[in-house]
């Protein structure tokens, strides 16, 4: 099932509404799914986080994890709580552990010509990305059709 950061900013902005009328477990584990995953899908950083949410970088950074470390352990509340966001917004979230792993990937600087930025940038905004996450998941496409 596809979705798009528009459709994950309705359902932020409903759980937003819901933890300032009451702040529990139910809640709270939605809005920890809804950070995993702008952060990991999205690329979203903390603070655009924080101040989607309005709370504190700090909380966002712990929060972030939370959906992996639940789900690893099998927590029966927590994969409760958050089955209708699961089942609209699948994603697999990645181990703490891992994250550290990753290796710096190797930078590539390009100039543009303004038309083609803007198209890029519009192909980033449409599809929720970074402008540089979208430029990388163009040139994939690319060389695997050149490939082929």
Not at 11 to 40: A, H, P, S, T
């Amino acid at each position: 099932m596809d979705y798009t950061v528009d459709s994950v900013l309705l359902e932020c902005n409903n759980v937003k509404e819901q933890i300032k009328k009451k702040k529990d477990r139910v809640v709270l584990d939605k809005r920890n799914y809804l950070i995993g995953l702008l952060y990991f899908k999205y690329s979203w950083s903390e603070t655009k986080i924080a101040d989607l949410f309005e709370m504190d970088r700090t909380t966002v950074n712990y929060s972030k994890y939370l959906p992996n470390q639940f789900i690893t352990i099998n927590d029966i509340s927590f994969i409760a709580n958050v089955n209708d966001l699961h089942l609209s917004f699948p994603y697999d979230f990645p181990d703490r552990e891992n994250q550290k792993l990753v290796t710096r990937l190797n930078a590539v600087t390009i100039r543009l010509h303004n038309d083609v930025y803007k198209k890029l940038n519009n192909y980033a905004k449409v599809n929720g990305l970074k402008i540089d996450k979208a430029a990388v998941s163009l040139l994939t496409k690319a060389i695997k059709i050149w490939d082929e």
